[in-house]
């Protein structure tokens, strides 16, 4: 038995790190693996095969013919709304994603500090998430008191000169020399505040997690050394942090991409349920769907190089 314990601790001692590694990554991502294999996998085929098809339903369920590219070319030459559609949605992720990174990230380290209420703070900042999960925001949506109230509430936000005020905020952006690319942006995420608070609650919780992770002995040993607060952050509290700005903006582009108010998804949606185009639609989705996946690598790609620029 004693040898056994022996060849068991040389087997495992035996290993190198990137396979302990390896074998760990495996056993975190394995129940996303059967989940993916059991509940996506199939609806997945069957979309794609749906794409490449008209279908036409009957009596008896619904019947497959083959149209080769034809849904894809119809959805990208003839179409008149998917191209603009899309080039609007993207927009808008390149607009708000940058925005809901630095905003997460200022109020994770906010609430990293000690003060009194830290906890209802912290609470508060995630408390979005709970209220824009699927089954308040259906509740919501099929409220009709609700729905006149925001409607009415819109109507008097048009009314008290909104356009006069981002006309002015405009103005005094020019007035200290603003290249106009920022102000537009800054224009942009002013407009978006209530959807950019929405949509920063767990980019918060990770930051935050990252936050305080980070061994308080670096900065003693950094502030004995002489350095200040902002020297810290730039070499500590930065440097440290910086790969979670990958993973938060990995999250934040596919939240945004699929989040049921984009004007994408709802395209999609319309033309696949209350038009029933299933073929048509599902050439409309995988369209999207790759685009995501360029957008997703290109963004990684340059993200992960600046990151490891900066971490040496």
Do not use: C
Request: charged content about 10%.
């Amino acid at each position: 038995m004693n040898a056994n314990v022996k060849t068991k601790r040389k087997l495992i001692g035996g290993l190198t790190l990137s396979q302990q590694r390896a074998g760990l990554g495996f056993l975190f991502i394995s129940p996303f693996l059967i989940g993916f294999i059991f509940f996506f996998i199939t609806p997945l085929i069957q979309s794609l095969t749906f794409s490449f098809s008209n279908l036409k339903v009957t009596g008896s369920g619904f019947t497959l013919s083959n149209v080769g590219f034809a849904n894809f070319n119809q959805v990208l030459r003839v179409d008149p709304n998917f191209v603009p559609s899309l080039i609007t949605t993207i927009l808008q992720m390149v607009s708000k994603v940058p925005v809901v990174i630095i905003f997460s990230f200022f109020a994770a380290t906010l609430l990293h500090q000690k003060f009194k209420g830290r906890g209802f703070a912290r609470s508060v900042f995630f408390l979005p998430v709970i209220l824009t999960s699927g089954i308040i925001i259906s509740m919501e949506s099929s409220d009709l008191l609700l729905n006149s109230a925001q409607q009415v509430a819109e109507e008097e936000l048009e009314s008290n000169n909104k356009g006069m005020q981002f006309l002015q905020f405009r103005q005094l952006l020019f007035s200290i020399n603003m290249p106009l690319p920022i102000i537009n942006f800054l224009v942009l995420a002013v407009d978006q505040i209530y959807e950019i608070v929405i949509a920063s609650g767990v980019q918060i919780l990770i930051f935050l997690a990252g936050l305080q992770s980070i061994p308080k002995a670096l900065y003693e040993a950094s502030t004995m050394d002489g350095a200040t607060g902002w020297e810290n952050f730039w070499k500590i509290t930065f440097p440290m942090i910086s790969p979670l700005i990958l993973v938060n903006m990995v999250y934040t582009v596919i939240n945004t991409f699929t989040s049921p108010d984009n004007q994408m998804m709802q395209t999609i949606q319309s033309t696949i349920f209350s038009k029933s185009q299933f073929g048509f639609g599902s050439a409309m989705a995988w369209i999207y769907f790759v685009s995501i996946a360029i957008i997703l690598a290109v963004m990684s790609g340059i993200l992960m190089k600046l990151i490891a620029k900066y971490q040496h």
